[in-house]
């Protein structure tokens, strides 16, 4: 997990307002608990998909504030955002080993496409 995190800083997160503020639909949103930020997430256009489609990337809450419904308020924010913008579909890409998150987005509405 480091060597993510580690590749995450050297790219879109080395500087979170030009990937995510300045890219035309694209946005980034921050969680506070107790003045505290512990969760974020992005929204990106995804330049591999049509003009309609967008990316959720980043999705994370800290370990220490989870099953506060922080992660689902993040993602409806998301959502809104998305479909003032036009987006249509959003994708997004996540690993077997986080079982949790999984099921999480799969009650939000969002299926499984492929797995590897």
């Given at each position: 997990?480091?060597?993510?995190?580690?590749?995450?800083?050297?790219?879109?997160?080395?500087?979170?307002?030009?990937s995510y503020m300045y890219n035309k639909g694209s946005c980034m949103w921050v969680?506070?608990?107790?003045?505290?930020?512990?969760?974020?997430?992005?929204?990106?256009?995804?330049?591999?998909?049509?003009?309609?489609?967008?990316?959720?990337?980043?999705?994370?809450?800290?370990?220490?504030?989870?099953?506060?419904?922080?992660?689902?308020?993040?993602?409806?924010?998301?959502?809104?955002?998305?479909?003032?913008?036009?987006?249509?579909?959003?994708?997004?890409?996540?690993?077997?080993?986080?079982?949790?998150?999984?099921?999480?987005?799969?009650?939000?509405?969002?299926?499984?496409?492929?797995?590897?």
């Amino acid at each position: 997990m480091t060597w993510y995190i580690n590749s995450c800083l050297q790219t879109d997160l080395f500087d979170i307002e030009k990937s995510y503020m300045y890219n035309k639909g694209s946005c980034m949103w921050v969680a506070e608990y107790d003045s505290n930020v512990v969760g974020m997430v992005g929204l990106v256009h995804s330049e591999n998909h049509p003009e309609e489609v967008a990316e959720l990337q980043r999705m994370s809450v800290s370990s220490s504030v989870r099953r506060k419904g922080i992660a689902r308020k993040l993602i409806f924010e998301l959502l809104e955002f998305a479909r003032e913008y036009g987006y249509r579909k959003i994708i997004l890409t996540t690993s077997i080993l986080q079982p949790v998150a999984r099921t999480m987005y799969r009650k939000l509405g969002f299926q499984v496409v492929r797995e590897y």
